[in-house]
């Protein structure tokens, strides 16, 4: 996969991601990949995260998670977060909601 342009331009970011956030936190045993798949979508939708939301939705169901199970986030999102906050996670989500269900 192509690195995006931000990453080209602060290639510091890229390797922290890299070396800290995916080879280290992401392999932290206390949470299951899907279980942390699923934490991080409902923290980037409760803070509004749209750009990173839709990916990590995605590859919340790569990592298990199931499309209802995504839907249920959203409700909960909506209440303890705020209507809009539901609703961005909800737009976040059509191409899995709309879809097959099936990881990418």
């Known amino acids: 996969m192509e690195e995006p342009d931000f990453y080209k331009a602060v290639p510091e970011l890229a390797r922290l991601r890299n070396d800290v956030l995916y080879a280290d936190v992401w392999q932290q045993p ?3 990949p899907r279980d942390r798949s ?14 990173e939301l839709a990916h990590h939705m995605q590859n919340a169901v790569n990592n298990g998670v199931t499309p209802d199970e995504l839907r249920g986030l959203v409700v909960q999102l909506a209440f303890y977060a705020g209507w809009p906050c539901g609703v961005n996670t909800a737009k976040a989500g059509l191409p899995i909601f709309q879809g097959d269900g ?3």
């Open 30 to 32: 206390e949470l299951s």
């Open 102 to 104: 099936k990881a990418q």
């Open 38 to 51: 699923l934490v991080t979508c409902a923290i980037l939708g409760a803070l509004g995260k749209n750009a």
